[in-house]
């Protein structure tokens, strides 16, 4: 698999965790129970840093290559 298509493939990753946290944030909304809403925004949190993580990572793969491009230090060895 080249870097192109794995950066896709993040692509899709992140839209289906972005989905996912609309519909996690409609059900924090509405529910009216404390300790659910705190378990929702807990999973909210750590999805959206999934989220961010794909997108960042598909950029990466996307521009690897590209010359004059600055590659996230936290994504080097």
Do not use: F, P
């Not at 698999?1 to 896709?8: A, D, F, K, Y």
């Not at 990572?57 to 590209?66: F, G, M, N, S, T």
């Amino acid at each position: 698999m080249r870097l192109i298509e794995l950066s896709v493939e993040y692509r899709e990753h992140a839209r289906m965790l972005d989905l996912r946290i609309c519909q996690l944030q409609r059900d924090w909304e509405q529910s009216m129970d404390e300790d659910e809403r705190c378990m929702l925004a807990e999973r909210i949190r750590m999805l959206s840093t999934m989220l961010r993580e794909a997108r960042e990572l598909a950029v990466l793969c996307e521009r690897y290559y590209d010359r004059g491009y600055h590659r996230n230090a936290k994504y080097t060895i």
